[in-house]
């Protein structure tokens, strides 16, 4: 058996599929676009549905893949088997073939076959194969033309060796192959035929491969039909055949799993010995983590729902058994990471969505983090109370998750460690239960209501209950954090009583700390808790004017309207966004300064990350204008100048010269925000109306980096820049790039561009010599192939093939074929770089009448898949078929002898 990495098994799949002619699909993503019966991609067939059913129409016939799949969801359920079992993931990767109406049993046994003994090396009297018991066509295949002895292939019933994608539409028989890991592996007890384990679990026979022959169309009456064109769709586990050709019993073993628990083990700073004492726990965090990386890189997010579910529970899953391994902060980012340097090369998205999948997981772990601790005490309190081995009410495990946010799975398993089961039916009916009352107040009322007509009516039906005093009081410039009131939840603009964890709803307090989104400047996020719950708000608006919501999920606890709470911002977000809100204000004053007093903002984008300033201004900004800009800009941040907001009246503002927004409406009175270079002499450096929030001193703001600069319409441009943290990031990140950079060119920092410049000089003038030997080599083999000539009727007649070469070269080799031939036709073809077949042909003028280039090369390009034309003297063309190359070129030859005949 020969020795590979998983990568290496992987990709010797997908090449020997290509070599036999089978274009290489990318693998579709694990949120299924074609198939909304589907929670996840669960096999690799599942791109290609419509193509079987006859509902799409590829431009192939043969397909090959390695698809991501997902089988973590409905009553089938084996969740609790990941980790214990060597072989259950949730997660995990599909190899396939699929012919569509092209090739049929004969092949696809053929391949499987040649691919296992040959490219992998697995020895054939350790496999063992099934058909079904009907299928004579495959029996005869594996037995008569592939040779293997018929003791080793077994007719299995439908139960093993039939498929069908519904109770109607296409379906067959399938042929498993399976590998055997010897009488030692075996866990069945069982001294019997084959098929005796094959049927009952045993670990000795693995099954490596399916091939599902589709020969048939089931209608609904229960009788089949045989499919027009029958197809082929195959599926073998990565992880399976990696752990035959890597021979270890279980697939975490393998390498496809084992940096994954190296990370974790370098984090828990446990021995080998530890780590296999606690295996369980190790190999459900390197499963889950590889689920949860690909499902965030796919766009799933946790949730409380669906896909979303899926997320949030192997999340939460993960943290829980990192806790058997005494990890007490958040740590699955940077097992992800191991996930994302295993994969990454094979799956590029998840390379370049890193930095979204480490904060997802970590926001999520430590949502759970908060509450985790009450809800695990809570949950033994209830196991406690149980007999011996008996049965956790459903209601109880249901109250768990809606407000403590603990899924079922994690309760589940926890019940069964200590000997305990769950009544998981009973869960569902109360959380049914739940979903049917949870409207409370609103009931339904405004389903039908346009939603701003709702939000109306929930602010006056408060209004009319003397909850709210008019508006919702704001304090977006005061503390941070403020003891108030809740006074309504709504979901979908609906009042409701009360919610639980996972709930999505939009809480309405008595006073709020939190900016809404105005002038460019996002919102604020951070959380509101009560004394038993909490909501992590995620976004703050108003829909109608008064009325301030806080958009969030319950992550603990059941908040209910009328209890008091506690409103705190995200201090560190805040503070970023004022960064880049007080930087925005010198960006225009130095723009004003530097491009002219003609610059007006017309649009900014103020968030934590970066900042976007829009402004008038009717031509391209230099290089040494944005240095200069940059550089003022820095200037006065290191200046650490005061900033201050006073407010005023307006007229006295504008008196005063303070900067408007443009477009913008203002009240009588305004807030004015002033950067001075002297509060003494009140010397100011900015002065602008603005209601935003701003850091106190500029020296807060910390570095500034312009990092693009261009036009959004006309006259209007835009410079995009990070302050603070980001900027600070962005310039390690320019640094090392620097650094990596000066040593691959074995230069310094300094010397980098002048050493560039003498590589781009070296390369030129290589590529000028390599052009010039070229052109050599091109006239020798000319020379050599000139001799080879044939005469008809007095005409030189060259048709030949030639070593590759550009099509530049190919009609300088006609070029010189008629400068030596008085009279003559040649054809030439080759095979060019981008390994597409290339066809020329030219004549002198002398046999115009006789020879037509054009019309020549046309039929011959036909011949490689492709088409072109030109001249009588000259034409040239492309195709598609490289292997039909010559069987072209004989067909000119053939032309060009009918021509001069």
Not at 431 to 439: L, M
Request: hydrophobic share 40%; aromatic share 8%.
């Amino acid at each position: 058996m020969k020795k590979m990495t998983s990568a290496e098994v992987r990709e010797a799949f997908l090449e020997f599929f290509e070599e036999m002619n089978h274009k290489r699909v990318a693998s579709s993503s694990l949120v299924p676009g074609n198939d909304p019966t589907l929670l996840f991609t669960n096999a690799g067939m599942v791109q290609f549905k419509d193509v079987f059913l006859g509902l799409d129409k590829r431009d192939y016939s043969r397909a090959t893949t390695s698809q991501k799949c997902m089988r973590v969801s409905g009553k089938h359920n084996d969740l609790e088997n990941v980790g214990p079992s060597p072989r259950h993931h949730t997660f995990f990767e599909m190899l396939g073939n699929f012919s569509f109406g092209d090739y049929f049993k004969h092949d696809a046994i053929r391949f499987a076959y040649d691919l296992l003994t040959r490219a992998y090396g697995i020895p054939d009297e350790d496999l063992l194969f099934t058909v079904h018991t009907t299928d004579d066509d495959a029996y005869a295949i594996w037995t008569e033309e592939i040779g293997v002895p018929a003791e080793r292939v077994y007719r299995m019933g439908d139960k093993t060796n039939f498929w069908q994608m519904a109770d109607v539409g296409p379906c067959g028989p399938t042929s498993e192959i399976h590998y055997d890991w010897g009488a030692e592996a075996c866990t069945c007890g069982i001294g019997a035929e084959p098929h005796f384990h094959l049927d009952n679990g045993c670990a000795r026979y693995l099954e490596i491969w399916n091939l599902v022959f589709m020969q048939f169309q089931q209608f609904p009456d229960g009788h089949r039909e045989p499919l027009p064109k029958p197809g082929v769709d195959t599926g073998m586990g990565l992880e399976r055949i990696v752990s035959v050709v890597q021979q270890k019993l279980a697939n975490y073993d393998t390498d496809l799993f084992m940096p994954i628990i190296r990370r974790v083990q370098q984090l828990t700073g446990d021995t080998d010995a530890q780590r296999e004492a606690n295996f369980v726990p190790y190999r459900v965090i390197a499963d889950h983590m590889r689920a949860a990386t690909f499902m965030i890189a796919d766009g799933v997010r946790p949730g409380a729902t669906g896909r979303d579910y899926v997320c949030r529970m192997i999340i939460r899953r993960a943290v829980r058994f990192g806790t058997k391994l005494g990890f007490e902060q958040p740590f699955l980012a940077k097992v992800a990471d191991a996930v994302i340097e295993t994969m990454g090369e094979a799956y590029p998205e998840i390379v370049e969505r890193q930095e979204a999948i480490e904060r997802t997981i970590t926001n999520e772990e430590i949502r759970f983090r908060r509450a985790m601790d009450r809800a695990l005490s809570e949950l033994e309190t209830m196991l406690g109370a149980l007999e011996p081995g008996g049965t956790l009410p459903g209601d109880l495990a249901f109250r768990l998750h809606a407000e403590k946010g603990l899924p079922l799975e994690i309760t589940r398993d926890i019940a069964q460690e200590q000997g305990y089961s769950v009544d998981e039916e009973g869960f569902r009916t109360a959380q049914a239960h739940h979903e049917a009352v949870s409207r409370g107040v609103g009931g339904g009322a405004f389903g039908a209501i346009d939603m701003g007509e709702a939000y109306s009516a929930a602010l006056n039906t408060l209004r009319d209950q003397g909850l709210i005093d008019g508006r919702v009081k704001q304090d977006q410039y005061g503390p941070l954090s403020l003891e108030t009131r809740l006074v309504a939840i709504l979901r979908d603009g609906e009042l409701v009583e009360s919610a639980s964890v996972g709930d999505h709803v939009e809480l309405v307090l008595d006073v709020t700390p939190f900016y809404v989104e105005a002038g460019g400047q996002v919102s604020d996020t951070g959380v509101i808790e009560g004394q038993d719950w909490t909501v992590d708000v995620e976004d703050v608006r108003q829909p109608v004017g008064g009325l301030i919501v806080h958009s969030g999920e319950v992550v603990e606890g059941r908040p209910q309207a009328g209890e008091t709470c506690t409103a705190t911002v995200d201090a560190g977000r805040r503070l970023d966004i004022t960064r880049n809100h007080t930087a925005t204000h010198l960006l225009h004053a130095v723009l004003r300064s530097v491009l002219g007093t003609h610059v007006q903002q017309r649009g900014s984008l103020v968030a934590p990350d970066r900042l976007r300033f829009d402004f008038s201004h009717d031509q391209p900004i230099s290089d040494d204008e944005l240095d200069t800009i940059q550089r003022l800009i820095n200037d006065a941040i290191l200046a650490n100048y005061p900033v201050s907001a006073e407010w005023k009246d307006l007229d006295t503002a504008r008196g005063e010269g303070a900067m408007a927004l443009f477009g913008e409406k203002y009240g009588d009175r305004v807030r004015t925000i002033n950067i001075f270079t002297d509060p003494k002499s009140r010397a100011r450096f900015s002065y602008e109306l603005c209601g935003g929030n701003h850091v106190t001193e500029t020296g807060v703001i910390g570095p500034f980096v312009i990092t693009a600069e261009g036009s959004v319409a006309q006259g209007i441009r835009r410079i995009e820049a990070l302050t603070g943290h980001g900027a600070e990031a962005y310039i390690r990140r320019s640094i090392g790039l620097l650094r990596d950079t000066a040593g691959l060119l074995g230069a310094t920092p300094d010397a980098v561009p002048d050493r560039v410049h003498s590589l781009q000089t070296d390369l030129k003038e290589s590529q000028q010599e390599i052009a010039r030997l070229h052109r050599r080599l091109a006239k020798v083999e000319f020379d050599t192939l000139y001799q080879q000539a044939t005469e008809i009727g007095g005409v030189a007649v060259l048709v030949a093939r030639v070593n590759p070469t550009t099509s530049d070269t190919l009609r300088e080799m006609t070029d010189w074929f008629r400068d030596r031939a008085q009279s003559g036709v040649i054809v030439l073809g080759t095979i060019a770089d981008t390994g597409k077949p290339q066809l020329i042909a030219a004549a002198t003028k002398d046999l115009g009448k006789r020879v037509h280039a054009g019309n020549i090369i046309r039929e011959a390009a036909k011949v490689v898949g492709g088409g072109g034309g030109g001249r009588p003297d000259l034409a040239q063309a492309g195709g598609k078929d490289p292997e039909k190359l010559d069987d072209a070129l004989h067909h000119a030859w053939t032309l060009v002898e009918q021509a001069l005949s």
